[in-house]
């Protein structure tokens, strides 16, 4: 249950705290690398400089059909974001392929990338629910083109496997990325969730009124899984070794005589094509940036359930971090949970501590820092209420001094926690105002039975603040709202 709030807080459109602004952000970023450059962030779908925010709600019900999903966009600017400059796109919008149907999904994982290497960025929707013939759940995948006015649903792309096969869930994971040299724009890769296997697009760009802009699948991705066999769960991208290229992480669990355990698979982007490099104790969740600011991105990893086997793996969760080097991310890794020296909160069965990461400079100085989620943490004795963790990035690495931790029982922070609000389910640091700072989403899924929120959290000189927070649904940007699981994803 939310508090009510005042009209003029709901269609607030600050996102960030007023201050000396910068030409552009920091080079310590976040999330999926795009354009011609591996640290370039690519959320700007309007080409005009500040990025967008893309949300998922794939519960929405579109057309009458329940669960069929929907995503919406909000366009940055000098105030950031608001609850007037957005979009909202399904597939009942027209030119998006295909018709909402129930339990689609549309919208239950997203990404962005420049594929058609035009200067726009492009919304890429995942629909892992989709039917295709007989097969259930075979799932696709449906790619917006920005331009100057943003995103529209005209000549939209539609993608699936040659071999579509029921449940393979086709587009439950995504990213986006500059991994090599063959092509202008941007390569996407599309998870299978039944599968290590990641198929990757390449667009060849065309005249975008003759005809569809065609694709191919150029490489179908899988490593030697070594000592574990790896259920494939996500996908995030960094240049960790510096070269100019994005490098390709793939997130998992275990499965087999030791199920359970966090697994990644790591790829490295050369000029000819993305290299199958090693395993990674670590994951399913991954996010990525430059933590310590020597210019090599860093990899971090949550796994949110983790097994307590009595030694450095407790219950209710574990954040890794791997800081990038010449050779990819390092073979050390260090450890966090909620039992870490200066780290508030204390690690308890189920907290989920990790469930998402984002990892950008949220003050400015240089070092990116790391925003973790734990939608299974109790607030009192309200279970499953929902927190969300900043941990700050040094010239060190990351450290526990300054740490903070919120959730909806905090000050300035609306709402109140309520059991299976799950707060903090989907956590993003991003800059639509473009000061060099970046603020907090931070979602809950389960907020009001279902129809799920998403928190505004400002950043100034001293980092995150929850002074001024506010709260936006779907109905909030004009969307269906019911049971619509608004936050379920939002784009890194």
């Not at 807080?9 to 552009?24: H, K, P, V, W």
């Not at 790591?266 to 104790?281: A, C, I, V």
Request: hydrophobic share 35%.
């Amino acid at each position: 249950m939310r508090k009510n709030r005042s009209a003029a807080i709901a269609a607030a459109s600050f996102l960030l705290m007023t201050g000396a602004g910068i030409a552009a952000a920091p080079s310590a970023f976040a999330g999926t690398p795009g354009g011609t450059h591996a640290d370039d962030r690519n959320s700007d779908f309007n080409g005009d400089g500040y990025e967008d925010v893309l949300v998922g709600a794939p519960g929405a019900t579109v057309s009458g059909e329940k669960g069929a999903g929907l995503v919406t966009v909000q366009y940055g600017s000098s105030r950031g974001i608001g609850t007037s400059d957005v979009a909202r796109f399904s597939q009942s919008t027209a030119g998006v392929a295909g018709a909402a149907e129930a339990g689609d999904g549309f919208g239950k994982a997203v990404a962005t990338g420049d594929l058609d290497g035009d200067g726009y960025d492009d919304a890429v929707v995942g629909i892992p629910g989709e039917d295709l013939a007989d097969k259930a759940d075979a799932g696709g995948v449906a790619i917006l083109w920005g331009s100057k006015n943003g995103l529209s649903g005209a000549d939209s792309d539609w993608l699936q496997t040659q071999e579509p096969t029921a449940g393979a869930q086709f587009g439950v994971g995504l990213a986006a990325a500059h991994f090599t040299g063959k092509t202008p724009g941007d390569e996407l890769g599309v998870l299978d969730r039944d599968s290590l296997e990641l198929f990757v697009y390449t667009p060849v760009p065309q005249a975008r009124g003759a005809a569809p802009l065609k694709h191919q699948a150029t490489q179908r991705l899988a490593g030697d899984v070594g000592i574990q066999s790896i259920l494939s769960k996500s996908l995030t991208t960094g240049d960790y070794d510096d070269n100019g290229y994005a490098d390709l992480v793939v997130g998992g669990v275990t499965v087999g005589d030791e199920p359970g355990n966090g697994w990644s698979t790591y790829f490295s982007g050369h000029e000819d094509g993305l290299k199958y490099e090693r395993d990674l104790r670590g994951g399913p969740v991954a996010a990525s940036g430059d933590i310590n600011h020597d210019g090599y991105d860093d990899l971090v990893t949550g796994e949110p359930n983790s097994p307590d086997d009595g030694g450095e793996f407790k219950t209710g969760g574990v954040v890794g971090v791997r800081y990038g080097g010449a050779g990819g991310p390092s073979e050390d890794v260090g450890w966090w949970t909620q039992d870490t020296d200066g780290v508030p909160g204390t690690a308890e069965q189920g907290d989920g501590w990790g469930s998402d990461l984002s990892v950008a400079d949220t003050d400015g100085d240089g070092y990116a820092d790391v925003a973790i989620g734990a939608p299974g943490e109790d607030i009192g004795t309200v279970a499953d209420a929902g927190a969300v963790w900043v941990l700050r990035g040094s010239g060190s690495g990351l450290t526990s001094k300054g740490a903070k931790s919120w959730d909806q029982d905090s000050a300035d922070i609306p709402g109140v926690p309520e059991k299976g609000d799950k707060w903090g389910a989907q956590v993003r640091l991003t800059d639509p105002n473009r000061d060099g700072r970046f603020g907090l989403l931070a979602s809950a899924p389960g907020e009001n039975a279902g129809d799920g929120f998403v928190w505004v959290l400002s950043a100034g000189s001293g980092g995150i603040t929850s002074s001024g927070a506010w709260s936006y649904g779907a109905q909030t940007l004009g969307a269906p709202g019911t049971a619509a699981a608004f936050g379920a994803a939002i784009d890194e």
